[in-house]
């Protein structure tokens, strides 16, 4: 219940920041037609993100009689969440990783890599399915769609006050224009609400995750097959990271990209410490 408190009070920060960012420009026409525009491209982008990203990552489908003994557990644990049975792709790499997708739970998809199936038990695999189809049932998509389109026009309403300021207008007063404090409150706002709104992004994306976690271990009651599962996944996938778009990464149930250490804030995903101290918790 908190992760789900702490997402929409991010979304409520991203909204009031939109609200600034929409003022950098002097009014509310160029405010509306920036969000229509982000509202557009984040529209098309909810749609046919999992075509997209299916395409790009080179999953495949995977037939009930190509693996069976996975497909019954994806069917389990959906019949345990109350939704339908996402279909089932593979990734043929042999870093060990999953990720979901689907705009519904009637649209749902879970994504395992070939390694993945190869190293975990079939407790700790079906944790790793019960956290993705925690992310379906929690319509995750959605919500991370949601907070990319208020930071898209956050940013875009940014760069529209940018290029205002470079060519002196922003329709501020005379009395505004000759004031230097109203230059510096626009310049401060152009470098830092964009900062400000991915910062929320993020944030958004590591609760989320957390709400994932909790979920999926409730699903098959077994905390611990989820926490040794990531526990697996985090050291693999520092010794061999995916090559992965960037973009992507936050989608993943550890991050794909490399072992390097991130500072917390800028992470798309909690430490997993934290995440494996939260299941081991949970267990008790």
Not at 37 to 65: C, P, Q, R, W
Not at 158 to 172: D, P, S, V
């Amino acid at each position: 219940m908190f992760n789900v408190f702490k997402t929409f009070l991010f979304l409520a920060c991203l909204t009031i920041l939109f609200i600034l960012a929409g003022k950098l420009i002097g009014g509310n026409t160029g405010a509306a037609l920036a969000f229509i525009l982000a509202l557009g491209m984040n529209f098309f982008v909810y749609f046919f993100s999992d075509k997209l990203v299916i395409a790009s990552t080179g999953a495949i489908l995977v037939e009930f009689h190509e693996d069976p003994e996975l497909h019954r557990i994806v069917e389990e644990v959906a019949r345990q969440a109350g939704i339908p049975k996402p279909k089932v792709y593979m990734i043929p790499v042999e870093t060990p990783n999953a990720f979901a997708t689907g705009r519904s739970p009637k649209k749902g998809v879970v994504v395992v890599t070939s390694g993945l199936r190869k190293l975990l038990t079939l407790e700790e695999l079906k944790g790793v399915i019960a956290h993705e189809i925690a992310h379906i049932k929690n319509r995750d998509i959605l919500i991370s769609t949601i907070a990319a389109v208020l930071v898209g026009a956050i940013t875009y309403l940014a760069n529209i006050a940018h290029w205002g300021l470079m060519l002196g207008g922003l329709g501020r007063s005379e009395e505004e224009e000759g004031n230097p404090l109203s230059f510096i409150g626009v310049l401060v706002g152009i470098i830092i609400l964009p900062i400000a709104a991915t910062l929320i992004q993020l944030a958004i994306s590591r609760s989320r995750e957390f709400l994932a976690d909790e979920t999926g271990a409730k699903f098959i009651k077994n905390p611990l097959a989820l926490a040794k599962a990531l526990e697996k996944l985090e050291n693999w996938n520092k010794i061999y990271p995916m090559n992965v778009n960037p973009a992507h990464a936050q989608m993943y149930i550890v991050n794909p990209l490399s072992g390097k250490t991130f500072l917390k804030l800028f992470s798309t995903h909690p430490p997993i410490e934290e995440r494996i101290a939260k299941l081991l918790k949970l267990a008790k």
